[in-house]
């Protein structure tokens, strides 16, 4: 009976759908455990072999804690909405819900083509209304929130109206710093002066607590395009499409004041299960520092010029102050002999994407002939203006050592700003490099002080003298949370007379209207602006950002039908936090700390039961494209074998790896691939013509792609999903190697003829195991529980070789070890593990057996291969009993064909024996 594989697959794919048999409850006795994969855009060019290596994993994981008596949730839907669906349609005239529900078949298809064990009842897609009305029900809920500092957890805005009426706001300070109430010019007020305040300025205040707020913030505007580009679509000044000029643009936004729970996210990292490196990452996104903010006076100005340092006690070597180009300041500072510098500057950087000024190297900067004093000494300091310096980290204003930080030196060196040599305190405990004598002068009471004793009486010194405050300082800004895009979901918000007011909850959802044109509206808002019956009504006119869906979505497929209910309480409470969260680092930020947020929001507004949604995650590496070269001799339509191309000029061409067998390229479909080669000719090796390769990213651009379609059609689902696995472990970056998979495609074939012969057909038989077929079994058993619970698939695939190897060695057929290697197996191989299951008599699905159980006692060891050797010279080696005597070990070795050929009948003068290591015979 042949290994038909592909037959099998496509009848058990069938049989399981039609069973039901992924479908999954949420009331059961077993214990739950929730696997998850981040959740996929659904890309219009389909899957490559690298994008599956993720849910693969997972997919094994889920199975095999099935197999362990788990209740297994692993879903799969679609994060549909974003960008790169709208400029399909802008580019190819195409709806986005067109192209999307195109992808996301193609999608299905490929998944479902790999056999995953996915519970297809539960699939969603974040554009359907039906989804998205609870993505506006959340944003509803941080819109009515508030973060209360003295509880440290949200509350609703109506709790902060209560005191504001009781008390005003002392207690409650306004989050955003730099506010002011317009009317009175402070931040505090009484009760009486709130309820005095009209309807807007409650309203107005109100904005500055809310956990979902609008204000105003800079965009990249490409009149050209007309359209609002985002901060990757923008390089060096202009737009990637089309190289036309961008400006920043002031336009209105919503934000999610994440800042709020940047304590509560550091802390709760001490409480889940990401890689260090995954921390570090987080960690330093949100950035928090201990420091001080120091008010400058300027000279010739009344206005003063706050810093925000970290470190206060090198105030005695500041010999410049930088401050960013959006600076509030700069206008009212610079002086008349540098305003055109400053304007010229300020406009340059104005075209300039935030990530292209952070990763700037070259220098650049203006000085504003404006002048800052020294506190403590009186000496005036100059104020520059550098890209360097980002309006929204701190107070957008750096006082700049020279001595102590590279940056500044460089800074100073290149606009030959004099630098001083004095920081003021030590660094690390060290003493500065500065003379003690010019240490007394300037700052005497921090003589021989290590840093952190120093910036303390520093900090304390500016609060006594009324210039500055201790602060903490957070790196992470605010989340904008809007975009002036179409294909998005509608914000629930009405705008009257300058006031944002929520929609009810039962004019939900709010659906995002049909439109023919995604052009924008007047001055760079989003394409629904253009919508009269839209704009009637008054409604917002930006869409939420992509990453809105996906903050929350691990929730709704704990409950995914529940038309009352983003999840049930009872619900979200059996399946409480995904247990293991499987994906790329490229979500290491972003994604994860906005559903961390989210999670904790609405744990304390009391809808779930945990405040961090994932227990362990799990970061898989890239499957890497293994590139293929030709070589055309310069000038020529002639292409070189790679062993002979160093005799000729050449120019190295990418090719379809499609076409390469191994590193042999196929030079008759070469020809047909393009007009342009098919008068090609060849300088062939051998006969051969012989490919370069490269190990570079999978890019359709590189020809580098394997479609896993193409895979699966010749060698088979479990050899795919098989071989992924083999390739190395999870979290690492491997190239893929088509040729390799032969070699894992041969192990499902060898395990086949373990139950049925090509020619003799069933061979499996009901006979007793033996000892050392038990102890192969049990070895696997062990190996395999550990190598999967722990993620390293690569060596539970050597493993499942090795043990068909030595059962092939042991002309084992019995069902009784079979039987257990293929509940084994079946989440590597699900498809090859059922048939065969079957086929041994079993009318239930392998999918429900139980794992099988370890006995330690087939592991013990009863006998040992001793090496032998003969004046320490390794000459055989015997397979002796553990429990033989000394004496019964002496004889034994002493009577071996072997020992006695090299002892050429000569006496032993003695024979050192170590039990269950080695033996000696000493001449």
Same mark, same amino acid.
């Given at each position: 009976m042949e290994y038909n594989f592909r037959d099998i697959e496509k009848k058990w794919q069938a049989q399981w759908k039609a069973s039901g048999a992924y479908k999954v409850s949420n009331d059961s006795p077993k214990p739950k455990f929730y696997v998850l994969d981040m959740f996929p855009y659904p890309s219009g060019v389909g899957l490559h072999v690298g994008h599956p290596l993720g849910y693969i994993a997972s997919d094994i994981y889920s199975r095999f804690k099935r197999l362990k008596g788990f209740n297994v949730l692993h879903p799969m839907g679609y994060d549909a909405f974003g960008l790169p669906a709208e400029q399909y349609a802008i580019d190819h005239g195409i709806h986005p819900a067109i192209s999307t529900e195109t992808n996301i078949n193609t999608f299905r298809r490929q998944l479902d083509n790999i056999g995953f064990c996915f519970d297809w009842d539960r699939e969603f897609r974040?554009?359907?209304? +039906?989804?998205?009305? #609870?993505?506006? !029900?959340?944003?509803?809920?941080?819109?009515?929130?508030?973060?209360?500092r003295q509880t440290k957890k949200a509350e609703p805005i109506a709790n902060l109206v209560k005191a504001f009426e009781k008390e005003g706001n002392t207690g409650h300070g306004i989050p955003h710093d730099k506010f002011v109430i317009a009317k009175t010019g402070k931040r505090v007020f009484t009760a009486a002066e709130w309820k005095g305040f009209t309807e807007r300025e409650q309203q107005d205040i109100l904005m500055e607590y809310r956990l979902a707020f609008c204000g105003y913030g800079e965009v990249n505007w490409c009149e050209a395009l007309g359209t609002v580009l985002a901060n990757d679509e923008v390089v060096?000044? =202009?737009?990637?499409? /089309?190289?036309?000029? =961008? &400006?920043?643009?002031?336009?209105?936004? !919503?934000?999610?004041?994440?800042? @709020?729970?940047?304590? %509560?996210?550091?802390?709760?990292?001490? %409480?889940?299960?990401?890689?260090?490196?995954? +921390?570090?990452?987080?960690t330093n996104w949100i950035g928090k520092s201990y420091g001080a903010e120091i008010a400058f006076d300027i000279s010739g100005n009344s206005d003063k010029l706050t810093v925000y340092t970290t470190r206060p006690d090198t105030i005695f070597g500041v010999d410049f102050m930088v401050i960013a180009p959006e600076h509030a300041l700069i206008k009212?500072?610079?002086?008349? @002999?540098?305003?055109?510098? &400053?304007? @010229?500057? =300020? @406009?340059y950087v104005q075209s300039r994407s935030e990530r292209e000024r952070m990763a700037e190297k070259k220098i650049s900067g203006v000085f504003t002939g404006a002048y800052a004093i020294n506190p403590f000494n009186g000496a005036q300091i100059p104020i520059w203006i550098s890209e360097y310096v980002l309006a929204g980290y701190g107070t957008g204003a750096i006082m700049a050592v020279p001595c102590g930080d590279e940056r500044d030196h460089k800074f100073a060196n290149h606009f030959n700003i004099p630098i001083t040599n004095i920081i003021g305190s030590a660094y690390d405990g060290k003493e500065a490099n500065a003379t003690k004598d010019a240490r007394l002068e300037n700052s005497d009471f921090l003589n021989g002080m290590v840093m952190r004793e120093a910036m303390e009486v520093v900090i304390q010194k500016i609060e006594e003298m009324r210039i500055g405050v201790r602060k903490v300082?957070?790196?992470?800004?605010?989340?904008?949370?809007s975009r002036q895009?179409? !294909? /998005?979901?509608?914000?629930?918000?009405? #705008?009257? *007379?300058?006031?944002?007011?929520?929609m009810s909850e039962n004019e939900l959802p709010l659906e995002l209207p049909h439109v023919e044109s995604y052009k924008p509206g007047p001055e760079g808002e989003g394409p629904l602006a253009n919508i009269p019956a839209w704009t009637s009504r008054e409604l917002e006119t930006n869409t939420m950002p992509g990453y809105a869906g996906s903050s929350w979505y691990f929730l709704r497929y704990m409950d995914p039908h529940n038309d009352t209910e983003f999840c049930s309480r009872k619900t979200s409470d059996y399946w409480g936090q995904v247990d293991i969260y499987i994906g790329g680092t490229e979500h290491a930020v972003g994604h994860l700390l906005y559903s961390r947020m989210w999670t904790k929001a609405l744990f304390d507004l009391g809808f779930i039961s945990h405040d961090e949604p994932y227990k362990k995650l799990v970061n898989q590496g890239m499957i890497q494209g293994s590139s293929r070269f030709v070589y %055309?001799? *310069?000038?020529?339509?002639?292409? =070189?074998?790679? /062993?002979?191309?160093?005799?000729y000029e050449t120019d190295a061409i990418h090719v379809d790896v499609n076409m390469v067998d191994g590193v042999e390229l196929d030079v008759e479909q070469f020809k047909k691939w393009r007009a342009e080669y098919e008068t090609a000719e060849f300088i062939l090796e051998d006969g051969k013509y012989i490919c370069g390769t490269e190990v570079e990213k999978m890019s359709k651009r590189l020809y580098n792609t394997v479609n896993p379609d193409d895979v699966v059609n010749k060698y088979g689902a479990d050899t795919f999903r098989m071989y992924e696995m083999f390739l190395g472990p999870v979290e690492q970056s491997k190239p893929w190697e088509t040729k390799g998979i032969e070699g894992t495609h041969r192990f499902l074939k060898k395990l086949w003829r373990l139950f049925y012969d090509d020619v003799k057909g069933k061979v499996w038989n009901e006979e007793k195991a033996t000892p050392a077929e038990l102890k192969v079994l049990h070895k696997t058993i062990k190996k395999i529980e550990e190598d999967t619970e722990r993620f390293s698939f690569n060596t539970a695939v050597s493993a499942f070789m090795v043990c068909v190897n030595e059962l092939i060695e042991l002309k084992c057929n019995k069902k009784e070890i079979l039987e257990s290697l293929l509940i084994l197996l079946t989440p590597y191989a699900p498809h090859v593990s059922e048939e065969l299951w079957r086929s041994l008599g079993n009318n239930s699905s392998i999918l429900d057996a139980a794992f099988p159980t370890l006995n330690e006692s087939y592991l013990v060891e009863s006998s040992k291969e001793y090496p032998i050797s003969v004046n320490g010279k390794l000459r055989t080696t015997l397979t002796i009993s553990l429990d033989t005597t000394q004496e019964d070990v002496e004889k034994i070795v002493l009577g071996n064909e072997v020992v006695q050929k090299w002892l050429e009948g000569k006496p032993h003068k003695r024979i050192i024996y170590v039990k269950g290591k080695m033996v000696n015979v000493v001449v």
């Open positions: 974040t554009s359907d209304p +039906k989804y998205y009305k #609870w993505t506006q !029900w959340i944003f509803l809920q941080l819109f009515n929130g508030f973060y209360n060096n000044g =202009v737009s990637e499409r /089309g190289g036309y000029p =961008v &400006v920043k643009k002031k336009l209105r936004q !919503w934000y999610l004041r994440i800042t @709020e729970y940047a304590d %509560r996210l550091l802390e709760g990292l001490d %409480r889940i299960e990401f890689s260090e490196s995954m +921390k570090e990452m987080q009212d500072i610079t002086s008349s @002999e540098q305003q055109q510098a &400053v304007e @010229e500057y =300020v @406009e300082n957070f790196r992470m800004r605010d989340a904008a949370f895009r179409y !294909w /998005g979901e509608p914000f629930p918000i009405k #705008w009257q *007379h300058g006031i944002a007011y929520p %055309r001799v *310069h000038g020529t339509n002639k292409y =070189v074998s790679l /062993g002979l191309k160093d005799q």
